[in-house]
């Protein structure tokens, strides 16, 4: 079965301290992974995706495939990173035409 | 670009009334469009598919006599909460598919239903 996994539902840490937002998947096929971020009264967007490869605002994401993790990383994080972060897959090929959610995490970056 | 609007952004309404919630891509078409449903402090669940000028597809567990799903033009998609019910009251997100740099979903603002 297709599923995404956060364990972490609050994650608080100091501003300039290393942030990891842990997921894990479950899907037997060759999934695309996302990441999506919800500031406070803000809608959810789109962070980055794992075919990117990209750094957005300092965050990193590495899928791999071995842990079947895709855990989102930041060396310094900073009081605006403080969002509901939520990890995503896909199953269809790369499409999101099925996007699978997790339960997302809160990350708080304290002063 | 790339903004997808909703309306109403909340709404309050009697148990076996009827509400429609609109989902609008402002500045791009949408051939693509999707329905979720977020109960407090938990996830988005997929709720429907959207297709322009198709019937909708649910997933799992979703009445389709319930949730009206109408993607009459490539930037509007309706989703009517026929009967409702104080269950129904939830948060209800839509997102559109476009192509920036691969494909990607662009999520609306949401509405809170609050049915009495």
Same mark, same amino acid.
């Given at each position: 079965?297709?599923? %995404?996994?956060?364990?972490?539902?609050?994650?608080? %840490?100091?501003?300039?301290?290393?942030?990891?937002?842990?997921?894990?998947?479950?899907?037997?096929?060759?999934?695309?992974?996302?990441?999506? %971020?919800?500031?406070?009264?803000?809608?959810?967007?789109?962070?980055?995706? $794992?075919?990117?490869?990209?750094?957005?605002?300092?965050?990193?994401?590495?899928?791999?495939?071995?842990?079947?993790?895709? $855990?989102?990383?930041?060396?310094?994080?900073?009081?605006?990173?403080?969002?509901?972060?939520?990890?995503?897959?896909?199953?269809?090929?790369?499409?999101?035409?099925?996007?699978?959610?997790?339960?997302?995490?809160?990350?708080? %970056?304290?002063? | 670009?790339?903004?997808?609007?909703?309306?109403?952004?909340?709404?309050?309404?009697?148990?076996?009334?009827?509400?429609?919630?609109?989902?609008?891509?402002?500045?791009?078409?949408?051939?693509?469009?999707?329905?979720?449903?977020? !109960?407090?402090?938990?996830?988005?669940?997929?709720?429907?598919?959207?297709?322009?000028?198709?019937?909708?597809?649910?997933?799992?567990?979703?009445?389709?006599?319930? !949730?009206?799903?109408?993607?009459?033009?490539?930037?509007?998609?309706?989703?009517?909460?026929?009967?409702?019910?104080?269950?129904?009251?939830? !948060?209800?997100?839509?997102?559109?598919?476009?192509?920036?740099?691969?494909?990607?979903?662009? !999520?609306?603002?949401?509405?809170?239903?609050?049915?009495?």
């Amino acid at each position: 079965a297709q599923r %995404v996994t956060q364990p972490e539902k609050l994650l608080s %840490v100091f501003k300039g301290a290393p942030v990891e937002l842990k997921c894990n998947y479950s899907y037997s096929g060759s999934p695309e992974l996302f990441w999506y %971020v919800q500031y406070s009264r803000q809608r959810l967007q789109l962070l980055l995706r $794992h075919i990117s490869r990209e750094s957005i605002k300092g965050f990193t994401a590495d899928l791999n495939k071995g842990e079947t993790s895709f $855990h989102l990383k930041k060396p310094f994080a900073q009081e605006e990173d403080s969002a509901m972060y939520y990890c995503a897959l896909s199953g269809d090929g790369g499409s999101q035409g099925n996007l699978i959610f997790g339960k997302g995490t809160k990350l708080s %970056v304290k002063p | 670009g790339a903004v997808v609007s909703q309306h109403p952004s909340w709404v309050i309404c009697k148990s076996g009334t009827s509400v429609k919630i609109e989902c609008r891509s402002l500045d791009f078409q949408a051939t693509t469009m999707f329905w979720y449903r977020q !109960f407090p402090k938990q996830s988005l669940m997929l709720m429907a598919t959207s297709n322009e000028g198709s019937k909708a597809t649910y997933e799992q567990g979703v009445e389709k006599d319930k !949730f009206l799903i109408n993607h009459a033009s490539l930037t509007l998609s309706t989703l009517t909460v026929t009967s409702a019910h104080p269950e129904d009251s939830s !948060f209800y997100i839509c997102s559109a598919r476009a192509y920036r740099g691969g494909e990607t979903q662009y !999520f609306g603002p949401g509405t809170r239903l609050l049915v009495l």
